[in-house]
């Protein structure tokens, strides 16, 4: 087994195995959660151009915009199992988004700055407060699917041929 093959290997475990923890305690500020919140505030900045409801859903739509489109990118240029790593990434932003979506009625959470809360001003302005848990816990499922997709996927990309260190055999005439 080359060398790519196993670093990417243990990427792909210790993916599972941050993922796992992530899923179990996905209210846990963690490493990456800075990551996702400076994308996520950059969001509001980048969709402020059409009103405030395009504003507060900028935050979140970027958070999912980014890893989604290096998700492509990667598949597109035939690296199945490095779509997987941006893959399990959009996977770990939902479980933070369903945790602010379902702080929506509480407002517990600290905000940069003390700011409104994203979720609370969109699910009361569409007459869906009352709805925050549900709606979290739909997206904090998204999430949990994404990651199996992304481990199952990363794992069998491994197993099949074609991430090796070795040249492509020459086929002959």
Known sequence: MGWERRWRLALTLA???YGWECIRTPGRYRWLDSLDLAIHETGHL???FDGEPLMLLGGTLLQLLIPAAFTV??????????AT????????NCWNISVYIKDARAQE???VGG????????LGEMGWLDRDQALGGAVY????VLYAVAIVTGWRALSARG???EPAAASAP
């Open 141 to 144: 499922l998204t999430g949990v």
């Open 85 to 92: 790593v941006p893959l399990w990434w959009l996977g770990q």
């Open 15 to 17: 993916l599972a195995v």
């Open 46 to 48: 980048v969709f402020g």
């Open 163 to 165: 991430v090796t260190d």
């Open 115 to 122: 700011g409104e809360h994203d979720w609370a001003l969109l």
């Open 109 to 111: 959470l600290p905000l």
């Open 73 to 82: 990118a990667l598949w597109r240029q035939g690296d199945r199992h490095g």
